[in-house]
Nanobody, 124 residues
Framework: QVQLVESGGGLVQAGGSLRLSCAAS????????MGWFRQGPGKEREFVAS????????GYGDFVKGRFTISRDNAKNTVYLQMNSLKPEDTAVYYC?????????????????WGQGTQVTVSS
């Protein structure tokens, strides 16, 4: 059974940092692009970041503005999202996903596998 399991979410004050992890099991995703999305209360799921299969290229949502960094460790079948300078508007459930392709993907429809999500709450 293929699973993506996110961890690292929690409550943090504005200006703080969190590092999210996404561990895959059941198959390797070393040939797949990976991504992070988020969904705030009453909002649609939003693209946060994506990384190519080998980690050479990354892409981010416009709102990130240099605050977040996506990375991956294919030996561990794990993807990370380092989030700095967090703002209250970053409050959301953050989802990890595996793309059916090898490159950066910004649309939810490009992803075949999804984690269950981890809550990030940023207090003002």
């Amino acid at each position: 059974q293929v699973q993506l399991v996110e961890s690292g979410g929690g409550l943090v004050q504005a200006g703080g940092s969190l590092r999210l992890s996404c561990a895959a099991s059941g198959r390797t995703f070393s040939s797949n692009g990976m991504g992070w999305f988020r969904q705030g209360p009453g909002k649609e799921r939003e693209f946060v970041a994506s990384i190519t299969w080998n980690g050479d290229n990354t892409g981010y949502g416009d709102f990130v503005k240099g605050r977040f960094t996506i990375s991956r460790d294919n030996a561990k079948n794990t993807v990370y999202l380092q989030m700095n300078s967090l703002k209250p508007e970053d409050t959301a459930v953050y989802y990890c996903a595996a793309s059916r392709g090898a490159f950066i993907a910004r649309l939810t429809t490009s992803y075949d596998y999804w984690g269950q999500g981890t809550q990030v709450t940023v207090s003002s």
